[in-house]
C-alpha cells in the first residue's frame, strides 16, 4: 500500500509556531490536543557503535526503542522502569538484546543526547468532525535547559512542526502543505534528524569519536609538520578517552588511550630524527611512563572480558574455582583503576600532557627550543625535521617490511617461542608505520597491505596472548596459598584452563606457517615494491 | 496476523460495537489494523465519521486491489484504518453468485491486506449467505456476539449446523457473550449452560449505556472512556481473544 505522506519543517521560534497555528485555525476547524512533555535520550558507545551500523538506540517515556535511521522499530520496545542501562547484560533477554548485543560488545550504552521535548497536536476536522490531517507541534530544550530558562531568556528552543497524511484525505495534505510553505525551512522528518539537532545544540555530530587512526598528510609535508599532525591526532585520542577512564565506564577507553600511547611511542622511535634529540628523549621516556600506569588495570580487563570464553572452556564441576579467580581478580582490578586514576589526577601526568600539548601546537621553527624546554640547551636543527614526509614514510615502511620479513623467514618449527613474540613486536611497528602514512598512498593497495598484514598479526597477537595467560595463571598458582577447599576449588580450575590454553597455543603455533607463507607472497612483496 | 469475522446470524447482538471496540483495542496495542466495514448499514463507519468514495461499490471491492486499497481511510486513532461500507453492499450477495470461485472470493482479496496490517477485523452483515460463505472461509476467527437467550441459542445451533455442512472448521468459532443483563434469569441460565465449554471466552459484554452512548460521541468506548467499565472489559477481552489468536496460529 501506498506510504503515507508527511514531511517536517523547522522553525524559527515558539512565535513562529504560534502564529502557524492561528492561521490554520482561521482557515480550518482545528482540535488542539493538550501539551506533552517527554524526554528523548539517544544511546550508543562512545565509539557510535550502533549509529555505525544505521541504528537509533533512545528512551522515549519510559522504554527503550531499536530504531532504522527513518525511526521504524527493528526489535519490539523494552520496559526500563526508571532502570538505567549500560551493559546489553543488564537487558533483560529480548529481541532488542540479542540484535545489540554483537554490536557493542563490551562497550557500554552512554547518554549521546537528551532533550525535554513538548509535542501538542493541531487536528484539522472535516465537516463531519473527522480528522483528515495531523500536525505535530514540537519544542525541544537540551535536557536541563529548561530549568536554567528564567535566567537566560535567550536560550530559544528548537522548534519544528510535522504534518503527516490521514489515509484516504490526500488531498487535504496537499492544501495544509501549500498553507505551511510560508513558515520556517523544510527538514527530514526522521529520528536521525532529531539526534543530529540533538548534538548540533552542544556542537557535536554523530560518529564525533571513532578509535580508528585517520590523518591525512600531503606528500610535499616536510617531516615535523606531518610528525606533529600524527601526534596531535594520537594526543587528542587520548584525551577523548580520559574522562571515560576515570569514570571507569567501560574497558575500552582505557584501550584506546593505550594504543594511542603506543602508537605515539613506536612514532617516537621510528621518527626518531625528525624532532630534537631531546625533546624525542624526554617524552619517550614519558611515554613509557604512560604504558606503565596504564599497564595493570589493562591486563585485568583483558582477563576478565575473557570470563565468558574461560568458563567455556572448562567441564562445569571446574567453573566453581573459575569464580573464585574472578571474583579475586575484579577485587585486584578496583585496586587498580584506585591507582590509575591517582595517577591521571597527578601534576606529573598532567605535565607530561600539557607539555606535549604545547610542543605540539608550537610553530615549526626547529631553532627555538624555548617553551616546553626551557632547561635545554638549543640543540642542532635534526637531520630530517625539513625533509618531505613522503620520502621518509617511503624508507621507514621499507625497513620495516623488510624486517618482518627478514625475521619471519628465519623462524623454522624449532625456533623458540621468543622468536614469535619478536616478530609480533616488529608487525605492529609495521603496521602503525602504514597506519600513519596511509594517506599518501592509494587507498585501495594501502587496505590490502594493511589487511594481510593484519591476518599475520592475529596469528601472532593470539600465540602471545596465550602464552602470557599461561604465565599469568602460573603465577597466580605460585601465589596461591593451600590447604583451603577454596584453593583447591580454584588449582583445578586453574589447571584445567592451563591445559586447554596449551593445546590451544600448540595449534596457533601450527598455524603460523602458512600464514605467513601468505603475508610473504610473492604478490604481496611486489605491491609493496610498487607502491612504496 | 490473523483476519476476525464478527459475525451473527441475528442482527442487533452488537456487532459493530464489538467490530469498533477491539479493533480499536489491536490498533491501541500495536497491531496495524484495518476494519472492513461490510454492513451496508456503514455503522462502524458511521462511529468512525467515515464514508464511502462516491465512486466506490460492491464491484469495485469485490475486484479488490488497487481500488480496494485506495478506498481504506486512516481513522482518528493510531495504526487504526477503516475500509467504510457503501450502500451498494446489499447487493454483494448477488454479485458474488455471479463470479468464479464464488466462495473464495473475499478471501482472495483480503488476503493481499495481509502484508499491510497485523490484523484484519470483518464487520459483517447478518444472515447466512453467500457472502456469509466467504466471510467463515476468509476468517482466522470467526467471533460470536451472543445475546444469551433462547432463541440464540437457536440460531448459534443453526450455525453450527451450518458450519457442519459446508465443511469449515469449527475451530475458528469463538463465542462472546454479549449485551449481558446478570439481573435476568434467562441470561444467568443461559450462561451457565454454556459455561466450561470450548471456545466460550471467559470474558463477556454487559449491557451498559457508555456501551449505547457510542453513536453520540461517535468514540470507540476504550478511547473516550478508558477507565470505564465497558472500556476495561474491551480491553480484557482483546487480551483473552489476541491468546486465543496464538493458540490457532
Not at chain 1, 598528510?217 to 587520548?238: F, N, S, V
Not at chain 1, 604504558?291 to 574461560?310: A, Q
Not at chain 2, 469475522?5 to 452488537?14: F, P, R, S, W
Not at chain 2, 470507540?220 to 472500556?231: D, E, M
Request: net charge positive.
Amino acid at each position: 500500500m501506498k506510504p503515507l505522506a508527511q514531511l517536517s519543517r523547522q522553525l524559527p521560534d515558539p512565535a513562529t509556531l504560534e502564529e502557524l497555528a492561528n492561521k490554520l485555525k482561521q482557515k480550518y476547524t482545528v482540535q488542539d490536543t493538550p501539551t506533552q512533555t517527554t524526554n528523548l535520550n539517544f544511546y550508543d558507545s562512545f565509539d557510535w557503535r550502533l549509529y555505525s551500523k544505521d541504528i537509533l538506540c533512545f528512551e522515549q517515556h519510559n522504554r527503550l526503542y531499536l530504531t532504522d535511521l527513518i525511526g521504524c522499530e527493528l526489535t519490539p520496545s523494552l520496559p526500563l522502569a526508571g532502570k538505567k542501562i549500560r551493559f546489553h547484560q543488564e537487558l533483560p533477554v529480548s529481541a532488542l538484546q540479542e540484535k545489540i548485543k554483537p554490536l557493542l560488545e563490551m562497550r557500554a550504552l552512554l547518554l549521546q543526547s537528551s532533550f525535554s521535548q513538548t509535542t501538542w497536536q493541531l487536528r484539522i476536522l472535516n465537516k463531519d468532525e473527522k480528522t483528515v490531517v495531523m500536525i505535530t507541534c514540537s519544542e525541544r530544550y537540551e535536557a536541563g535547559q529548561q530549568d536554567k530558562q528564567n535566567e537566560q531568556q535567550d536560550e530559544q528552543p528548537i522548534c519544528s512542526v510535522r504534518l503527516q497524511e490521514v489515509r484516504g484525505y490526500e488531498k487535504w495534505f496537499q492544501r495544509v502543505e501549500q498553507d505551511l510553505q510560508e513558515f520556517g525551512i523544510p527538514m527530514p522528518c526522521t529520528k536521525e534528524q532529531e539526534l543530529k539537532i540533538a548534538l548540533a545544540g552542544k556542537g557535536r555530530t554523530p560518529k564525533d569519536y571513532t578509535s580508528k587512526f585517520s590523518v591525512m598528510l600531503k606528500p610535499e609535508m616536510d617531516g615535523l609538520t606531518a610528525t606533529k599532525a600524527i601526534y596531535r591526532d594520537l594526543l587528542t585520542t587520548m584525551q577523548a578517552n580520559e574522562q571515560g577512564i576515570l569514570d571507569d565506564l567501560d574497558s575500552e577507553f582505557l584501550h584506546d588511550f593505550r594504543v594511542a600511547i603506543r602508537r605515539t611511542r613506536s612514532g617516537l622511535s621510528m621518527l626518531k630524527k625528525v624532532m630534537e634529540p631531546d625533546i624525542t628523549a624526554r617524552f619517550a621516556q614519558d611515554f613509557r611512563h604512560l604504558g606503565k600506569i596504564t599497564g595493570p588495570v589493562r591486563d585485568l580487563d583483558v582477563y576478565l572480558l575473557m570470563e565468558e570464553d574461560y568458563k567455556a572452556r572448562l567441564p562445569e564441576h571446574l567453573q566453581k574455582g573459575l569464580r573464585y579467580f574472578f571474583d579475586d581478580l575484579a577485587a585486584q582490578r578496583t585496586e587498580e583503576q584506585a591507582k590509575l586514576v591517582k595517577a591521571l589526577r597527578s601534576s606529573e601526568y598532567t605535565t607530561i600532557i600539557n607539555d606535549w600539548e604545547e610542543y605540539l601546537k608550537k610553530e615549526n621553527n626547529t631553532e627555538d627550543t624555548e617553551g616546553a624546554e626551557k632547561a635545554t640547551q638549543p640543540t642542532e636543527k635534526p637531520p630530517k625535521a625539513a625533509k618531505r614526509i613522503d620520502k621518509i614514510a617511503n624508507t621507514i615502511i621499507q625497513k620495516r617490511f623488510q624486517r618482518v620479513l627478514r625475521d619471519g623467514q628465519a623462524i623454522t618449527p624449532d625456533s623458540p617461542d621468543e622468536s614469535l613474540h619478536r616478530l609480533r613486536i616488529q608487525g605492529k611497528k609495521l603496521r602503525y608505520s602504514l597506519e600513519f602514512f596511509s594517506s599518501l598512498y592509494p587507498s585501495k593497495e594501502m587496505k590490502y597491505l594493511i589487511k594481510q598484514l593484519k591476518n599475520l598479526q592475529n596469528n601472532l597477537g593470539l600465540f602471545n596472548d596465550l602464552s602470557v595467560q599461561q604465565d599469568m595463571l602460573n603465577a597466580y598458582l605460585d601465589e596461591l596459598k593451600p590447604n583451603s577447599t577454596k584453593s583447591q576449588q580454584i588449582s583445578a580450575a586453574i589447571g584445567g584452563l592451563l591445559t586447554n590454553l596449551y593445546h590451544e597455543q600448540q595449534q596457533v603455533r601450527c598455524e603460523f606457517e602458512e600464514t605467513f607463507r601468505c603475508f610473504s607472497s610473492g604478490e604481496n612483496i611486489s605491491l609493496y615494491e610498487k607502491i612504496i | 496476523m490473523a483476519i476476525i469475522a464478527i459475525y451473527n446470524i441475528k442482527g442487533g447482538v452488537g456487532k459493530t460495537a464489538t467490530s469498533v471496540n477491539l479493533s480499536y483495542m489491536s490498533a491501541a496495542t500495536g497491531n496495524n489494523t484495518l476494519l472492513c466495514d461490510l454492513d451496508p448499514q456503514g455503522s462502524s463507519s458511521y462511529y468512525f465519521r467515515v464514508k464511502s468514495k462516491k465512486k466506490f461499490t460492491a464491484e469495485l471491492f469485490l475486484e479488490g486491489g488497487n481500488s480496494l486499497e485506495r478506498s481504506i481511510r486512516g481513522t482518528d486513532y493510531e495504526k487504526l484504518d477503516i475500509l467504510p461500507a457503501d450502500f451498494s453492499y446489499r447487493n454483494l450477495d448477488i454479485t458474488l453468485n455471479h463470479m468464479k470461485k464464488s466462495k473464495k472470493r473475499l478471501k482472495q482479496i483480503v488476503d493481499p491486506l495481509k502484508k499491510d496490517y497485523e490484523h484484519i477485523f470483518l464487520d459483517c452483515p447478518p444472515n447466512i449467505t453467500l457472502l456469509s460463505e466467504n466471510i467463515f472461509y476468509a476468517a482466522d476467527m470467526v467471533l460470536i456476539p451472543f445475546i444469551p437467550t433462547t432463541l440464540s441459542r437457536l440460531s448459534f445451533a443453526k450455525l453450527l449446523d451450518f458450519f457442519k455442512e459446508t465443511n469449515i472448521k469449527k475451530e475458528k468459532l469463538f463465542v462472546v457473550f454479549s449485551m449481558v443483563e446478570s439481573r435476568k434469569n434467562i441470561h444467568r441460565d443461559t450462561m451457565q449452560r454454556f459455561q466450561g465449554r470450548k471456545r466460550i471466552l471467559n470474558t463477556f459484554i454487559p449491557y451498559v449505556t457508555d456501551i449505547e452512548k457510542m453513536g453520540i460521541y461517535r468514540q470507540p468506548v476504550p478511547a473516550h472512556q478508558p477507565n470505564s467499565r465497558a472500556g476495561k472489559i474491551y480491553a480484557n477481552l482483546w487480551q483473552e481473544i489476541e491468546a486465543e489468536l496464538l493458540g490457532l496460529q
